[in-house]
């Protein structure tokens, strides 16, 4: 066993070895430009990103038509949200998010807003999941889009996407997702789920950073976005720039390992992680942040209450995890998430988050258990808070110098 | 972000962890911070006759700047008197185990929670509480 040991997966995946050989040659004999009509270096490139195309649209039920590659999920974000307001604006410029996608979503429509868009922030319930009543009741006949991600990057929690999708349609309005973090870890399926447009990137399925994907459906209806960038006409006019074809390539490839092995993967990495989740959980104050069973099968977020995130990031110094503290930041401001889910500053404060992935072993789970265990106790050993706690002081009647 | 070889230091190894009888009349007890904020600093001493610092404790939940400023604070007022150690400027702190910008409030809180324990102190034995200088807040 290597340490440290990589349990932020849903920060970015490492890369598949297999993903990493099939691109290989598109960076020295296939070095192409797929745009290249007219020549064997041009068709040779062209061939790797028909073949990608199959296999990302294969992933997720759709047509290569309707695959759009990008430099990765923000951009996919940005090119779905702003192309929809831009070419929809006769019909209504009212958009529908919830206050936990990620900033790529919310600062895309915080952008809109200077320029007329009337967003509309959805709050999350306790377990992280939005309330199918509040969506409709928010729905207009200006609603052009709602945009609701799948999975949650911190808490894991999966949105019931396919009712968004018909309350969207409901009212006439297009269904975007961001599914950065569910694509190619769960069945996602753009027929069933009725999904309009979605976001995905490769270095979150075992694929290379700097690629991406997006959904655009085709047929009923016919979805159009305005591009974000002006160039070459590239991507069916949607995405001008030269094509990404190594990157793309792996996309591809890190698409069909997880259309082949994502069965299999889940059942193994939900077991482990349920191994994890429920160790930790022994621990006394250890709370378990979001949804417990619509979650994706490879995260878990835990609260451990009177130590802080940062600090315990610091003991456990043989894992790599991430922690919804914010001591990092100046702002001093912890998840904007778990504090949507009505978490106390102390508990988001107290939270860790474990993602595990492809290359992940029972061996370093057992081995994370324990570590985490310790350092918990270590830093409750020097924490006043826990003290305190066990002196039986009631932490919220004290009288805190706020700094 | 990387840690300084001496924030790493005094995390592994705190100094003077513990509590001190916060009843008694020699000892000071500053509690700062909020744990809404990510950080609680109780910085505790103990106080002989002549108004020196014979021992000191702490704990910190916080981050490991905050766990270290405090451990070097208790390490610092040791042997100190109340005076003296009323002078320990937080920007000391950060020289020594080479704080980022982004953690200098650490180390203010550790000066607070010098000065909260001194006036604690001080109250405790008929003296007036001192008003710093410098204002953080």
């Known amino acids: ?403 | 972000m990387a840690y300084s070889e001496k924030v790493i230091d005094h995390y592994t190894n705190p100094r003077n962890v513990g509590t001190l009888d916060k009843s008694n009349n020699s000892v000071g007890t500053g509690l700062v911070g909020a744990p809404e904020c990510g950080d609680v600093m109780r910085l505790q001493i103990q106080v002989d006759e002549n108004h020196v610092i014979t021992d000191a404790k702490f704990k910190t939940f916080g981050c490991g700047s905050a766990i270290a400023s405090s451990s070097l604070a208790t390490e610092w007022l040791k042997g100190k008197s109340i005076d003296d150690a009323m002078k320990i400027d937080n920007m000391d702190i950060v020289e020594e185990l080479a704080l980022p910008p982004v953690k200098i409030h650490c180390s203010v809180l550790a000066e607070d929670a010098i000065k909260a324990a001194i006036n604690d102190y001080r109250v405790k034995n008929g003296l007036e509480a001192l008003v710093s200088e410098k204002s953080h807040h």
């Not at chain 1, 320029?115 to 509309?120: N, P, W």
Request: net charge negative.
């Open chain 1, 1 to 403: 066993m290597n340490l440290p040991i990589y349990l932020d997966n849903n920060a970015t995946t490492p890369l598949d070895p297999r993903v990493l050989e099939a691109m290989l040659p598109y960076f020295n004999s296939k070095f192409g430009n797929a745009a290249s009509r007219n020549h064997a270096f041009g068709w040779a490139a062209e061939e790797g990103v028909d073949y990608a195309r199959e296999q990302v649209a294969q992933l997720i039920g759709a047509t290569e038509k309707e695959i759009i590659f990008t430099s990765g999920a923000t951009e996919s974000d940005n090119l779905a949200i702003k192309g929809v307001f831009e070419m929809y604006k006769e019909k209504g410029n009212h958009i529908i998010t919830c206050v936990t996608e990620h900033k790529a979503v919310l600062d895309a429509c915080k952008h809109l807003e200077k320029l007329g868009a009337q967003v509309t922030y959805l709050p999350v319930k306790e377990d992280g999941l939005i309330d199918l009543g509040q969506l409709e009741a928010a729905m207009t006949e200006k609603t052009i889009l709602v945009s609701i991600m799948y999975g949650n990057n911190e808490i894991g929690v999966i949105q019931p996407v396919k009712e968004i999708a018909a309350i969207a349609h409901k009212f006439g309005a297009l269904f975007m997702t961001d599914a950065t973090q569910a694509v190619g870890k769960i069945p996602v399926n753009v027929i069933v789920d009725g999904i309009d447009l979605m976001a995905f990137t490769g270095h979150k399925m075992y694929g290379p950073k700097g690629v991406g994907a997006l959904y655009v459906r085709r047929k009923n209806p016919r979805v159009k976005v305005t591009a974000q960038m002006d160039g070459g006409g590239h991507e069916r006019g949607m995405r001008s720039g030269t094509l990404n074809v190594p990157g793309i390539v792996g996309l591809g490839k890190a698409a069909e390992l997880c259309r082949l092995e994502m069965e299999e993967e889940s059942k193994r990495l939900s077991a482990l992680r349920d191994k994890l989740q429920s160790s930790l959980l022994e621990m006394e104050e250890s709370y378990l942040n979001g949804n417990k069973e619509n979650r994706l099968p490879h995260v878990t977020n835990i609260s451990f209450k009177y130590v802080e995130g940062e600090g315990l990031m610091m003991a456990m110094k043989d894992l790599a995890v991430s922690s919804g503290s914010a001591c990092t930041s100046a702002s001093l401001e912890p998840s904007y998430v778990l504090k949507s889910l009505g978490l106390s500053d102390d508990l988001a404060h107290s939270s860790i988050r474990f993602g595990l992935g492809r290359f992940t072993t029972e061996e370093e789970v057992d081995f994370a258990i324990e570590q985490t265990k310790k350092a918990v106790n270590h830093l409750r050993e020097l924490s006043p808070l826990w003290e305190m706690f066990k002196e039986g002081v009631d932490l919220d009647s004290v009288e805190w110098a706020e700094h």
